[in-house]
Antibody, heavy 120, light 111 residues
Framework: QVQLVQSGAEVKKPGASVRVSCKASGYTFTSRSHGITWVRQAPGQGLEWVGWVFPYNGNTKYAQKLQGRVTMTTDTSTSTAYMELGSLISDDTAVYYC???????????WGQGTLVTVSS | QSMLTQPPSVSGAPGQRVTFSCTGSSSNIGASYDVHWYQQPPGTAPKLLIYNNINRPSGVPDRFSGSKSGTSASLAITGLQADDEADYYCQSYDTSLSGWVFGGGTKLTVL
């Protein structure tokens, strides 16, 4: 079965960077059909799309408001996707989810989420 | 402010039918992009409920159904159960943002 297991919670100071990992299993990570999408959810708030990465060719697409601060990469040797967010501000405090993207602007399996707290 | 508008809350008694609306615009739902629905019970990760407007992933009961018309979409739940209590989000693609958009979510309370 498809599983996405994310790294543990992080606490960072404003201005720092954070990297969250997402290890995939149960399907072909480098399939032409599947990407990894990242979605975040601030405390008590709704879902917000962060961006996606396609392990097959490394292509990425980021939300306009996070352009320049977010980088998504993959390590195909370990079937792991990474999301790095820099120049952190308090508004970046959220649970960050990775999810499998079957290539038609949706996700079908989700990771368990990683809480990133930005606090001085 | 979300590009897709959802009412903040909906409620219903066990056994009843409830509907959730999702209103978009000509740059997302109205541009023929599909709508997807996710269910998020409290304290858990979201789960795909309906994809491509009307389709249910395997394992999702046929009590859940979706529809789309013009710049809006709807989710319906029949035979409401206590464990349906959750937040429900619609999602689509938006050409003006060149990215995905989510609705603000609707909280379902089962009375």
């Amino acid at each position: 079965q498809v599983q996405l297991v994310q790294s543990g919670a992080e606490v960072k100071k404003p201005g720092a960077s954070v990297r969250v990992s997402c290890k995939a299993s149960g399907y072909t990570f480098t399939s032409r059909s599947h990407g990894i999408t990242w979605v975040r959810q601030a405390p008590g708030q709704g879902l917000e799309w962060v961006g996606w990465v396609f392990p097959y060719n490394g292509n990425t697409k980021y939300a306009q408001k996070l352009q320049g601060r977010v980088t998504m990469t993959t390590d195909t040797s370990t079937s792991t996707a990474y999301m790095e967010l820099g120049s952190l501000i308090s508004d970046d405090t959220a649970v960050y989810y990775c999810a499998r993207d079957p290539g038609d602007y949706r996700v079908d399996h989700w990771g368990q989420g990683t809480l990133v707290t930005v606090s001085s | 402010q979300s590009m897709l508008t959802q009412p903040p809350s909906v409620s219903g008694a066990p056994g009843q039918r409830v509907t959730f609306s999702c209103t978009g615009s000509s740059s997302n739902i109205g541009a023929s992009y599909d709508v997807h629905w996710y269910q998020q019970p409290p304290g858990t990760a979201p789960k795909l409920l309906i994809y491509n407007n009307i389709n249910r992933p395997s394992g999702v009961p046929d009590r859940f159904s979706g529809s789309k018309s013009g710049t809006s979409a709807s989710l319906a739940i029949t035979g409401l159960q206590a464990d349906d209590e959750a937040d429900y989000y619609c999602q689509s693609y938006d050409t003006s943002l060149s990215g995905w958009v989510f609705g603000g979510g609707t909280k379902l309370t089962v009375l």
